[in-house]
């Protein structure tokens, strides 16, 4: 088990609603990157928080945005929620920004009605 | 674009086979491989990793073979058990960019049967 915790587990929302997600990094780690992984499929970058500003992100729409806290704590909020935003979102922490090892959480299963 | 591809989709071996995973990459920048180790319900778990200046990296049952000149590289899972069964991710990544940003391929689900 990583030191990665993500909340909720489960949330259900309907289409158009907004949803927060949460993540608490390992130990130390000062770098939160977020992943979709939809069913079936390989982990998609999300984007990626370092020193609480965004640091990189992958091909997803300006409705996917984050936080990162003091703590090195995540949020991924995501707005206007489409069918095709029902996945499982993952968060990972590193050592730093271009640390290769990143501890993946649980996830967070989520389904758009 | 899938920058990493990754085969079989789906493998079934007996205990104590060996179980082989593919994966073939396009972006020569890349240079760090790591092999992840999914269970239902479960984020990712790291299960090893390699750099390209080494052609093989082995850790107790679980060797990577990498082949940098054809762009490919394989788990290979020795002696396997019914507790490997599992989905198994390859990913790469550019460990001295901006952001470690890691690209996975499709999975490959291992079942291990008895």
Known sequence: ETGVTQSPTHLIKTRGQQVTLRCSSQSGHNTVSWYQQALGQGPQFIFQYYREEENGRGNFPPRFSGLQFPNYSSELNVNALELDDSALYLCASSLQVSGETQYFGPGTRLLVL | ?114
């Open chain 2, 1 to 114: 674009q899938q920058q990493v591809k990754q085969s079989p989709q789906s493998l079934i071996v007996q205990k104590g086979g060996i179980s082989i995973i593919n994966c073939a990459y396009e972006n020569t920048a890349f240079d760090y491989f790591p092999w992840y180790q999914q269970f239902p319900g479960k984020g990712p778990a790291l299960l090893i990793a390699i750099r390209p200046d080494v052609s093989e990296k082995k850790e107790g049952r679980f060797t990577i073979s990498f082949n940098k000149s054809a762009k490919q590289f394989s788990l290979h899972i020795m002696d396997s058990q019914p507790g490997d069964s599992a989905t198994y991710f390859c990913a790469a990544t550019v460990s001295t960019g901006t952001a470690s940003k890691l690209t996975f391929g499709t999975g490959t689900r291992l079942q291990v049967t008895l």
